[in-house]
């Protein structure tokens, strides 16, 4: 089975890697970008068109907010940003607001943190895998068909692509972030050179159109909530702006300086590319409806159930470089396929805070170790399995999911930037240093303003979005604390109970005397060997055990016993109902009965086959007492096995395929050996 499953998963995610070959993974800030700021930089292909979509419920009249709308996420951008330069500056070990907030406010707010990243880490693989797959549904009407299985395909393909290691996928998805960002930045040039300069008059495929408002004439209350709902939408291009904080181990020395320099141009990127896109939605007369089949009109009637709506930024792409041209063909592929890697955030900052968790005991082990790639595999896998999960329940729609966004991210924002602010209090008290002071002061400012900042929006989040689904992820979040909670209570019980005492106690103090007992059926080879290892153990008293659940075989079994001439006295079992764990475990525990400070030790014979398929044929009994001993006190197991020839087979098998040699291996010539085992080899 090894040699079957090894040869595929070496195809799909390459030869294992050495642990000394970790810094060969870490990444330079032109690889760190795409890969750690896909999905800020994505989210200008729908955010946009999440603020139209709210706003065209008062009809047209109301997209001439939508500019104030950029403004105000711009000027929250930038805070963000800021903001977060000062975090991987004071905390570049990679733990990002979980440590922030963990190690300023305390173990609860850092796992309300981590609860509300891994919830958002989620929804950033769904929102961005179905965005892509309905950018993509537009051109191929096979897609829109499947959408869920063409979406869940692709959280597939990614999570391979992940698997095969961080820095070998940036390079992968490094192109089309690049193609897409040029694209996007040739799409506003050239429309403001046409606009400005030429004067031509750009008109998007819906600048005709009108829209039916849904709640026309709105003011006052019911005007400004709107406008914060529109507002709230808009922000989320602020997603994934904190994976680069999680990120700073992956970053090539200096960790802090590259990953604070990589996190201020893509917050500039991506201020520049929403509020471009913004204006020429509104320069070309884009038009969009939540419910485009009834409340979008062409020549005053409905455009009816079969109008596909395209997104924002394909219908600004038409207007300015036209329908259909190389320029259009080339920014939709890219905006496309960006949107599939923008889910790359999430593969790189879920896994890595897993880990965190997990060496903090809030989460499995498993999560901390990394795999034949230097990645950390498990949490890769967990992450696709539970965005995957989310696809398919809410059938890879994008307008649904994205209503679960944002919440996770504004909660750790929030209680990041409240954290900071308490670190540089704790410092201010100490540092005598005039010019490290001023530094302080206005790091701490700068944090001041974003904790007030976001949790303003995080309020207008919750308020506006919580009937449209944003409890989905609050009770997200819920569920990861409680099950963390859990998780660190169990791991922590599990350290009191096995922690060695000063002074020896009963559990570690030497047992009175030793039973061995030798678990017989027959008289066989693996018995023999059974009973010559016990005989080695010199315990007090040794004896064999045998269950009569058949008494023709049991009087054989006494009869060759006898006949034999062996030593060891033999203890027949009676088991009326044909039991051989219950009668078994039975009589062990009467010997602890009687004797609370002696210790049982029960050998058990096992023969070892080399065939999957040949478990089939064996009862497996000797397994399954093992599993019932390993809850009864006082009792040491031990496997004596002996091996079949058909074992003995397998095992040769596996050495031709240790010293197997890929083709061209030997052209290649050895591998080179580390210093380090060069000198132990020549000692």
């Given at each position: 089975?090894?040699?079957?499953?090894?040869?595929?998963?070496?195809?799909?995610?390459?030869?294992?890697?050495?642990?000394?070959?970790?810094?060969?993974?870490?990444?330079?800030?032109?690889?760190?970008?795409?890969?750690?700021?896909?999905?800020?930089?994505?989210?200008?292909?729908?955010?946009?068109?999440?603020v139209?979509?709210?706003?065209?419920?008062?009809?047209v009249?109301?997209?001439?907010?939508?500019?104030?709308?950029?403004?105000?996420?711009?000027?929250?951008m930038?805070?963000?940003?800021?903001?977060y330069?000062?975090?991987?500056?004071?905390?570049?070990?990679?733990?990002?607001?979980?440590?922030?907030?963990?190690?300023?406010?305390?173990?609860?707010?850092?796992?309300?943190?981590?609860?509300?990243?891994?919830?958002?880490?989620?929804?950033?693989?769904?929102?961005?895998?179905?965005?892509?797959?309905?950018?993509?549904?537009?051109?191929?009407?096979?897609?829109?068909?499947?959408?869920?299985?063409?979406?869940?395909?692709?959280?597939?393909?990614?999570t391979?692509?992940n698997?095969?290691g961080?820095?070998?996928?940036?390079?992968?998805f490094?192109?089309p972030?690049?193609?897409?960002?040029?694209?996007?930045?040739?799409?506003?040039?050239?429309?403001?050179?046409?606009?400005?300069?030429l004067?031509?008059?750009?008109?998007?495929?819906?600048?005709?159109?009108?829209?039916?408002?849904?709640?026309?004439?709105?003011?006052?209350?019911?005007l400004?909530?709107?406008?914060?709902?529109?507002?709230?939408?808009?922000?989320?291009?602020?997603?994934?702006v904190?994976?680069?904080?999680?990120?700073?181990?992956?970053?090539?020395?200096?960790?802090?300086?590259?990953?604070?320099?990589?996190?201020?141009?893509?917050?500039?990127?991506?201020?520049?590319?929403?509020?471009?896109?913004?204006?020429?939605?509104?320069t070309?007369?884009?038009?969009m409806?939540?419910?485009?089949?009834?409340?979008?009109?062409?020549?005053?009637?409905?455009?009816?159930?079969?109008?596909?709506?395209?997104?924002?930024?394909?219908?600004?792409a038409?207007a300015?470089?036209?329908?259909?041209?190389?320029?259009?063909?080339?920014?939709?592929?890219?905006?496309?396929?960006?949107?599939?890697?923008?889910?790359?955030?999430?593969?790189?900052?879920?896994?890595?805070?897993?880990?965190?968790?997990?060496q903090?005991r809030?989460?499995p082990?498993?999560?901390?170790t990394?795999?034949?790639?230097?990645?950390?595999?498990?949490?890769?896998?967990?992450?696709?399995g539970?965005?995957?999960?989310?696809?398919?329940?809410?059938?890879?729609?994008?307008?649904?999911?994205?209503?679960?966004?944002?919440?996770?991210?504004?909660?750790?924002f929030t209680l990041?930037?409240?954290?900071?602010?308490?670190?540089?209090?704790?410092?201010?008290?100490?540092e005598?240093?005039?010019?490290?002071?001023?530094?302080?002061?206005?790091?701490?400012?700068?944090?001041?303003?974003?904790a007030?900042?976001?949790?303003?929006?995080?309020?207008?989040?919750?308020?506006?979005?919580?009937?449209?689904?944003?409890?989905?992820?609050?009770?997200?979040?819920?569920?990861?604390?409680?099950?963390?909670?859990?998780?660190?209570?169990?791991?922590?019980?599990?350290?009191?109970?096995?922690?060695?005492?000063?002074?020896?106690?009963?559990?570690?103090a030497r047992?009175?005397?030793?039973?061995?007992?030798?678990?017989?059926?027959?008289?066989?080879?693996?018995?023999?060997?059974?009973?010559?290892?016990?005989?080695?153990?010199?315990?007090d008293?040794?004896?064999?055990?045998?269950?009569d659940?058949?008494?023709?075989?049991?009087?054989?079994?006494?009869?060759?016993?006898?006949?034999?001439?062996?030593?060891?006295?033999?203890?027949?079992?009676?088991?009326?109902?044909?039991?051989?764990?219950?009668?078994?475990?039975?009589?062990?525990?009467?010997?602890?009965?009687?004797?609370?400070?002696?210790?049982?030790?029960?050998?058990?014979?096992?023969?070892?086959?080399?065939?999957?398929?040949?478990?089939?044929?064996?009862?497996?009994s000797?397994?399954?007492?093992?599993?019932?001993?390993?809850?009864?006190?006082?009792?040491?197991?031990t496997?004596?096995?002996?091996?079949?020839?058909?074992?003995?087979?397998?095992?040769?098998?596996?050495?031709?395929?240790?010293?197997?040699?890929?083709?061209?291996?030997?052209?290649?010539?050895?591998?080179?050996?580390?210093?380090?085992?060069?000198?132990a080899t020549?000692?």
């Open positions: 089975m090894s040699k079957l499953t090894d040869v595929p998963k070496r195809i799909l995610i390459g030869r294992a890697l050495r642990s000394d070959k970790l810094g060969e993974t870490l990444l330079p800030k032109r690889i760190a970008l795409p890969v750690f700021a896909s999905d800020p930089l994505s989210s200008v292909a729908y955010a946009p068109g999440e139209l979509l709210v706003l065209s419920v008062a009809g009249s109301a997209y001439h907010f939508s500019p104030w709308i950029a403004v105000a996420v711009v000027v929250l930038f805070t963000v940003v800021a903001s330069r000062q975090n991987v500056h004071a905390y570049p070990s990679g733990g990002g607001d979980y440590e922030v907030a963990t190690t300023n406010l305390g173990p609860k707010a850092g796992l309300t943190v981590a609860s509300a990243l891994l919830v958002d880490y989620v929804l950033t693989v769904a929102v961005s895998i179905s965005s892509g797959v309905e950018n993509l549904g537009s051109a191929i009407p096979f897609v829109v068909e499947h959408k869920t299985f063409c979406a869940i395909a692709m959280i597939l393909l990614l391979v692509m698997l095969r961080v820095r070998e996928s940036g390079k992968l490094a192109i972030t690049y193609v897409f960002v040029l694209g996007v930045f040739a799409m506003i040039l050239w429309g403001a050179f046409r606009g400005l300069v004067g031509d008059a750009m008109k998007a495929p819906t600048a005709d159109y009108t829209v039916h408002a849904e709640q026309g004439g709105l003011a006052g209350f019911a400004v909530f709107l406008l914060l709902r529109a507002f709230s939408s808009g922000c989320a291009a602020l997603t994934g904190e994976a680069i904080s999680n990120g700073v181990p992956a970053f090539r020395k200096p960790k802090s300086k590259n990953a604070a320099t990589t996190l201020a141009l893509m917050g500039g990127l991506a201020v520049t590319m929403f509020c471009g896109i913004i204006v020429l939605a509104m070309t007369g884009v038009k409806a939540e419910k485009p089949a009834t409340d979008l009109l062409h020549n005053g009637h409905p455009v009816g159930s079969g109008y596909t709506q395209n997104p924002v930024i394909s219908q600004v038409a300015v470089f036209g329908d259909g041209t190389l320029p259009f063909v080339i920014l939709a592929a890219a905006t496309a396929l960006v949107l599939f890697l923008a889910a790359n955030t999430a593969y790189n900052g879920f896994p890595l805070l897993g880990s965190i968790l997990a903090d809030y989460l082990r498993q999560l901390h990394r795999g034949d790639r230097l990645a950390f595999s498990n949490g890769i896998v967990l992450l696709a539970a965005a995957a999960i989310l696809v398919y329940i809410y059938g890879a729609d994008s307008t649904r999911l994205i209503q679960l966004y944002i919440v996770g991210v504004f909660v750790s990041s930037q409240i954290g900071m602010v308490r670190h540089w209090n704790r410092h201010l008290t100490t005598k240093d005039q010019a490290k002071r001023r530094r302080m002061h206005r790091s701490r400012a700068i944090n001041a303003f974003g007030t900042f976001t949790g303003l929006v995080l309020v207008v989040v919750l308020v506006t979005k919580f009937s449209h689904g944003a409890w989905v992820a609050l009770l997200g979040m819920v569920i990861f604390y409680v099950t963390m909670t859990a998780i660190r209570k169990h791991y922590d019980r599990v350290a009191d109970e096995i922690a060695a005492a000063d002074s020896p106690d009963e559990e570690i047992p009175s005397r030793v039973h061995s007992i030798v678990l017989v059926s027959k008289v066989h080879k693996p018995t023999l060997r059974a009973l010559n290892y016990a005989k080695l153990m010199r315990s008293s040794l004896e064999a055990v045998s269950v659940v058949d008494p023709a075989d049991t009087k054989a079994l006494r009869a060759e016993w006898e006949s034999r001439g062996i030593e060891v006295p033999l203890k027949v079992l009676a088991s009326p109902y044909r039991e051989i764990t219950r009668p078994f475990i039975e009589y062990v525990k009467s010997l602890r009965k009687e004797s609370p400070r002696d210790v049982v030790s029960v050998f058990i014979p096992e023969y070892v086959v080399g065939h999957w398929y040949e478990h089939l044929l064996h009862n497996q000797a397994l399954r007492l093992k599993g019932r001993l390993l809850f009864t006190p006082g009792v040491m197991v496997s004596v096995p002996w091996q079949l020839d058909s074992s003995e087979a397998a095992k040769v098998r596996a050495r031709k395929h240790a010293e197997w040699n890929a083709p061209g291996s030997v052209r290649r010539g050895p591998v080179a050996q580390p210093k380090k085992e060069k000198a020549k000692k």
